[in-house]
């Protein structure tokens, strides 16, 4: 039974998160939000949200010393950046192409954990990352048509995994002792601030008012849902399972954020190449995961 409220975590980061690469193209795109103050917007309503709830609940324990509130603080500037370029690479690709792209994270950490030795990686999780990153990559060649401004956007999602990828190692090894709902408080916080920093530097775009109808709903969504509830129980995940368990997360959120294209943006159907993308893909999740589940 331990192991129902960690299926039950997965699956909920997984739906949220594979859906709200949709949400952004719905925030950011005609006659929605500029593209950075939809995101420093969204991470200051979630914020918002999550400071009463701490304070009331008298959450703890906090960050103890000021060296865990500084890696947190880290963390959290990590995660500014990584959202600024996903943000602006989604002005050039897919939801479903730039979701594709976040599976090279698991395959990233992993080296970056063999040569640390920061944790061990456990040669099923890494054969499954392999199988399923074999099966991304069927999902990717049905749609492989990149133009230059495409390509940009690539480099942008790319740099948004290295970022993802920091931060994961970050917030496993420093906030490990913390409440997950307040290092998620203080994280997201600190992700706000950053962006509102980078609108400032930039030079602030026009907010449209009165606010438009699907760009709010969506921005609404990712405030809510994509920041309060799935890193919350993104945090609460990662003092539970390893970050090769955790980066799995990134070989289900292309076949949520494809499917999810299909049936909105209707020249991004499935076709039988991503079918059998797809089942790869769970193959490999299969593998790499079935380690873990036989010692929950």
Known sequence: MRAVP??????????????????????TGPGGYPTVESAA?????????LVPIVLVQRLGPWPRGRRVWAWIVVAGLLDAVGYALVYLGEDRVAGGLAAVLFATQPLMLAG???????????????????????????????????SAQQGVGLVMILGSVAASAAYSLILKRQAAGVHP?????????????????????????????PPPRAPTIALLYLAIMGSVVAFATWLWLLQRLSLMAMSSLSFVLPIIALIVDAIWERHHGLGPRSYAGIAVVLVGLAVGLSGKARRL
Do not use: N
């Open 6 to 27: 960690i299926v039950l975590a997965y699956v909920t980061c997984a739906l949220v998160w594979g859906t709200t690469w949709f949400a952004i193209r719905v925030c």
């Open 181 to 209: 709902l307040v290092t998620t408080v203080i994280f997201l916080a600190v992700t706000a601030i950053g962006l509102g920093l980078a609108v400032l530097v930039r030079g602030a775009h026009p907010i449209p008012w």
């Open 41 to 49: 917007i969204r991470f200051a309503i979630a914020t918002a949200v």
């Open 112 to 146: 970056v954990l063999t040569v640390t030795r920061l944790e061990p990686v456990r040669r099923s999780e890494l054969v499954g990352a392999v199988v399923a990153l074999v099966g991304v990559a069927v999902l990717f060649a049905d749609r492989w048509q990149v």
